[in-house]
């Protein structure tokens, strides 16, 4: 459970945000799955590729106090994409992968939630490298993390 302090919107104040800062109106799942995010249950999306998933793990960084995302994903282009569109919102986010993190990176990732409120990672990176083990008893990390989020590709 996350140690972050914030009030949960209720739905109106999500959507209506959600269209000044995405220019989209939100699909019913996609208000439901932020709204359970935000009220810290853990919550499963299953849906075709373009229906929106990727909206319902970022509409909960416009109102977690700066609570920070990370997202598990071996998807490149899911990445680029991301880290771009969060970019042009203003949201700050970083894509390590093995060909860019060095250890030395991984070892100030404690203090990446002060410049960062999404990480991307691939699953190979936070399985195999030792820093991400003690990353996760960081109390100063742990504090600022809001979720994890991980995009397995349908085969």
């Not at 960084?61 to 990370?70: E, H, R």
């Not at 899911?78 to 390590?96: F, P």
């Not at 250890?103 to 991307?120: A, E, P, V």
Request: hydrophobic share 45%; glycine share 4%.
């Amino acid at each position: 459970m996350s140690a972050l302090q914030y009030m949960i919107p209720d739905a109106t104040v999500i959507k209506d945000t959600i269209e000044v800062n995405f220019n989209i109106t939100l699909c019913k799942f996609q208000l439901q799955y932020a709204q359970a995010q935000l009220d810290q249950k853990d919550v499963i999306t299953i849906a075709p590729m373009g229906a929106g998933k990727t909206l319902t793990f970022w509409i909960p960084l416009l109102f977690n106090n700066d609570g920070m995302v990370v997202l598990i994903t071996a998807l490149n282009r899911l990445s680029d994409q991301s880290i771009n569109e969060l970019q042009q919102l203003g949201i700050s986010a970083v894509n390590l992968t093995g060909a860019n993190a060095i250890d030395s990176t991984i070892q100030g990732m404690s203090s990446l939630f002060h410049y960062h409120c999404m990480i991307i990672v691939s699953p190979e990176l936070i399985i195999n490298n030792w820093c991400f083990n003690n990353l996760w008893r960081a109390r100063d990390f742990m504090v600022h993390l809001f979720n994890i989020c991980y995009v397995k590709p349908l085969r």
